[in-house]
């Protein structure tokens, strides 16, 4: 690798200084054409600004009201429409000129990072072509001055070396050689650093990034997206695409590159409201929240699957939150009654079941609910399941709810006609306030009926049957939503079905309390949506899954068929599954591909920990192996026995206000369990330490030293971690090396861990020599 770095009052050789002062004269050209850019953005956006203020203040001035005849109002509304289209189509262009400003106020800071030089095959001449976040045109608009990374041609600066290379086009692959391919480092409008690069892209940048500091966001890696990456961001063959790959090997940077390539790609039909992310918790939306502003997009809409499960769950209930779930199942014996139902729920099969349990409902099973119209039922359960079952069994369950609701609802434009003249209504008319007295009265009047007694008739009409609607409202909403079934009864019903009596009762017993588990949420929206229908998310096209491996196969089954247009992008690691089903080896990340459709990359290389850390780490896990440590030197982790929780918290202490004086960056002391987290911090605050400790709702870092559980440190990095406790008693369990590698796997430059007592089984012995004993 040729490399020429300068920084600040070093010296260039000679034939590297003629290059470094063209490179330089080049950079300062495109920034000042740039700026000229800018300027006359500036104006033409200042213009529109004006359009839009004028376009609001006199928008009603060219309109005609006219309301007389039907013509005049489709005149006027004509006219309302043709303003209002104006107006919006101002203002689109001006939210255009806007982020056309964002972005060359990047390309100003840092035009382009790299560049090669590419001869096309039966081409003589060579051309430079550099790559930056967007591209930028010269002032004729003719000659491409940076090319966006996203451009097909850009593509070889991530898959190719110098020498034999090729790039897609509409037309097939162009062929040629690239002859040089460098690198720079542009801050603030200037020249940094230099390199020329050969089989990967430089390292030596690379080992520059990732010795920084960690940041409470995440940062672009855009200029230095490395091959494998490039194969998951560019890749447009799979409906469902799987990312594996080790702790800190860029999936989650990768699949936030390949948001902002598919908004490029598509940009006609995509736009950042159609991608949806789906992170483990708030914490990590916030942490993922810049990359995409930061490359001048839009950000993607983010969710948790807790808050789309809670949105839907009916009034009054409660559902256990996944990191409680944890808890539980971290804190009790798993032997009971729930984790056999647990394993029933997350079990890959268990979808099937729940078809075929549906399939014979179709022909009887159905549960209904007794309808009631004040205190009173209306419509009984039998009744419903009489003229639901004479419906013929090869109409669609939904669709027969559907010919009910209609029913229903003739019925109940007859029972609101029967109960106008009764004694109740009398009675609720004379409850009513002045203001719907005085609206029903300016109503009759302005029907305009001269008789004085006509006006008290038709009054008193307008309020009964005002009374009654409001009154039928409820049930009205119940069949609109088809809440004439008893989902609740029949998804125990359906355990029962399946031989499971014991896990039915408990479930009942929760659903009783209205209280819902975590594992319980998939299943039952699921079987709820086979029996009434699906809602659509027609307009979300692509979803990712984060941290995948922690969904259920039904988890990811619901999503699927919740967006049934969308392609999905799962990313996850096997060894970092926090839940007790997932370690399991239930995770739908390890089975085999089902789907025709369906392409699985790994990837190898970890880059967020120095190597001696990734040294440590592998040997934690099975087919350890396989990871491949980035080359970025550091200290080897250290680790402590102490003899008791007093000297062990004390000593945990003491090493955090070592760290934190050595102003290392971000100290994270991870734990295992919330109830570890809380001591700690607890005593933290007691000493007088300004340290903050994590929970659920967390959505923010503060300050420099945090204390959290595992589980709500996924997907985020420390530069430097402290695993408390890493004990045999407290690590033992076959799934605790996996929570022990994921807390393990989120220092970037140095770790420590900690143990009350003997050290955890899974610090083996030939883990031994990767760390230093204190
Ligand atoms: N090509 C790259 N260039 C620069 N930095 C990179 C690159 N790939 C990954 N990184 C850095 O490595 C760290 C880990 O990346 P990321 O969080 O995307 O990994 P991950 O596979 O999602 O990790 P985890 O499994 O722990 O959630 C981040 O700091 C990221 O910026």
Known sequence: MELFFRTKGELPVSQEHTDWENENERLQAVISHVQKKKEALQG??????????????????????????????????????????????????????????KTLNKLEESPYFGRIDFTEDGESETEPIYIGIASLMDENDEEFLVYDWRAPISSMYYDFAPGRAHYPTLDGDVEGEITLKRQYIVRGGKLDGMFDTGLTIGDELLQSLLGQQSSPQMKSIVASIQREQNQVIRNERSKMLIVRGAAGSGKTSAALQRVAYLLYKHREKLNAGNMLLFSPNPLFTRYVSNVLPELGEDNLQQSTLYHHFEKRLPNGWKLESPHAHIEYFLSEQVEGIRSQGLSVKTEPRFIEHLHNYVDTLSHSGLIFKDLYFRGEVWVTKKQLQDYFYQMASSMSISDRLEAVAEWLMKMLQITEREERPKAWVDEEMNLL???????????????????AFNEAVLE?????????????KALKKQIQAFDVLDVEAMYVQFFRWEGHKVIAEEITYHFQKKEMHWEDAAPFFYFEDLLKGRPVYADIRHIFIDEAQDYTTIQIRYLQHLFPSSRLTLLGDANQAVHAHTSAGNAPLVEEPAEKEQETITLHRSYRSTQP??????QLVPNGEQIEAFERPGPKPEMKQLENETQHDRY????????????????????????????????????????????????EFKGALLVLPVYLAKGIEFDAVIASDASASNYHLERDRYLLYTACTRAMHELYLCANGELSPFIADNVRKQYVQE
């Open 652 to 699: 945990v202490g003491e090493l955090a206000k070592r760290l934190e004086e050595r102003e290392l960056g971000m100290v994270a002391i991870v734990t295992k369990t919330f109830a570890e987290s809380e001591e700690i911090w607890e005593q933290l605050t007691r000493a007088g330490r300004d340290a903050q400790l994590i929970h659920e709702q967390t959505s």
């Open 433 to 451: 306030d002045h203001e719907t007295y005085n609206r029903v009265f300016e109503k009759v009047r302005e029907n305009g009926d001269e008789e």
């Open 44 to 101: 033409e956006s200042d213009e529109l600004k004006d359009d839009v203020i004028e376009l609001r203040r006199t928008f009603w001035d060219d309109v005609t009201v006219n309301l007389d005849e039907p013509d005049d109002v489709i005149e006027t509304q004509a006219s309302l429409k043709q303003r209002a289209e104006l107006l919006s189509e101002r203002e689109r262009s001006h939210g255009l000129l806007d982020q056309q400003k």
């Open 460 to 472: 008193e009409g307008l309020l009964r049957k005002l009374v009654v609607r409001r009154k039928v």
């Open 613 to 618: 850390i990734v040294e440590f780490t592998k």
